[in-house]
């Protein structure tokens, strides 16, 4: 069974970088497509970021593209999320996502969640 723990979320200014990170767990890292999501307060739940099982299939929302960095880690069994240039716009709760197959952008194909990491941005 796969597990999802996110950590790293916080208060921040705007302009400022966070990097966020999720911990797996379980025996299946290496066959998981993974993402990030977010969800502002009275807003859907939002595609920010994906990565393949393989680590080279990556894929970003675009008001993110250019700021954000989506990685994987094997031997940490981690995904993290590297964000620069933050903008008050980017105020959500953060979830991390996983999956069989392939990596997509769309949160209803993805089986495992995290509980979610608050970022706060402030102007």
Request: charged fraction near 15%.
């Amino acid at each position: 069974q796969v597990q999802l723990v996110e950590s790293g979320g916080g208060l921040v200014q705007a302009g400022d970088s966070l990097t966020l990170s999720c911990a797996v767990s379980g025996h299946f890292f290496n066959t998981l497509a993974m993402g990030w999501f977010r969800q502002a307060p009275g807003k859907e739940r939002e595609f920010v970021a994906s990565i393949s099982r393989t680590g080279s299939g990556i894929n970003y929302l675009d008001s993110v593209n250019g700021r954000f960095t989506i990685s994987k880690n094997s031997a940490q069994k981690t995904m993290s999320l590297q964000m620069n240039s933050l903008k008050p716009e980017d105020t959500a709760v953060y979830f991390c996502a996983a999956k069989p197959g392939l990596a997509t952008t769309e949160a209803s194909t993805y089986v495992n969640w995290g509980q979610g990491t608050q970022v706060t941005v402030s102007s």
